[in-house]
T-cell receptor
Framework: AQKVTQAQTEISVVEKEDVTLDCVYE???????LFWYKQPPSGELVFLIR??????QNEISGRYSWNFQKSTSSFNFTITASQVVDSAVYFC???????????FGGGTRLMVKP | EPEVTQTPSHQVTQMGQEVILRCVPI?????FYWYRQILGQKVEFLVS????????KSEIFDDQFSVERPDGSNFTLKIRSTKLEDSAMYFC???????????FGSGTRLTVV
């Protein structure tokens, strides 16, 4: 069975602060894939990143960065210098090696105040 | 950039009525999915569809649900007799063979009254 846990249900920061969203996963698969999605107030799911289990290299994309640590089964997401437009619900998701379904975490609602 | 298109964006239906949610996946994608998100909760997998048949389904996807690819472009989710608890946002997604990226549609908000 697969499981994704996002322990932070809601985070509130002031603009320009850095913020890290935690994601912990469980899977028995040796090959798996991790994702982050953003869900703005308009409701759509916006793809942010995909990472496979063999690639533990951290990734940076502009103000976004991701820290993948297999040893702790975590795939955390950091937003540097947060902006009001970053306000959204962020979901971490896992896909196992077999099958195509995504298992989502419960989401973290990020509120960035001006 | 190619998109997954879902219609309608919002549907209100009476309990016990049948509804059909429609999706147009990306044209060269081969795998199609439906997910559900009850308001304020997480996104849950319903079903995946490949080569004109269901490849996986969750416990949520019971006999009230069915999927169909009636032609070369549409992918539909039918709920036979809606219940209040079917009220949710329904997302369609598609992916191509050999890649792991999913493209989600913008969702259909179903409200059962």
């Amino acid at each position: 069975a697969q499981k994704v846990t996002q322990a932070q249900t809601e985070i509130s920061v002031v603009e320009k602060e850095d913020v890290t969203l935690d994601c912990v996963y469980e899977t028995r698969d040796t090959t798996y894939y991790l994702f982050w999605y953003k869900q703005p107030p308009s409701g759509e799911l916006v793809f942010l990143i995909r990472r496979n289990s063999f690639d533990e290299q951290n990734e940076i994309s502009g103000r976004y960065s991701w820290n993948f640590q297999k040893s702790t089964s975590s795939f955390n997401f950091t937003i540097t210098a947060s902006q009001v437009v970053d306000s959204a619900v962020y979901f971490c998701a896992l896909r196992g090696g077999a099958g195509n379904m995504l298992t989502f975490g419960g989401g973290t609602r990020l509120m960035v105040k001006p | 950039e190619p998109e997954v298109t879902q219609t309608p964006s919002h549907q209100v239906t009476q309990m016990g009525q049948e509804v059909i949610l429609r999706c147009v996946p990306i044209s060269n994608h081969l795998y199609f999915y439906w997910y559900r998100q009850i308001l304020g909760q997480k996104v849950e997998f319903l079903v995946s569809f490949y080569n004109n048949e269901i490849s996986e389904k969750s416990e949520i996807f019971d006999d009230q649900f069915s999927v169909e690819r009636p032609d070369g472009s549409n992918f539909t989710l039918k709920i036979r007799s809606t219940k209040l608890e079917d009220s949710a946002m329904y997302f369609c997604a598609s992916s191509s063979a050999g890649t792991l990226g999913y493209t989600f549609g913008s969702g259909t908000r179903l409200t059962v009254v």
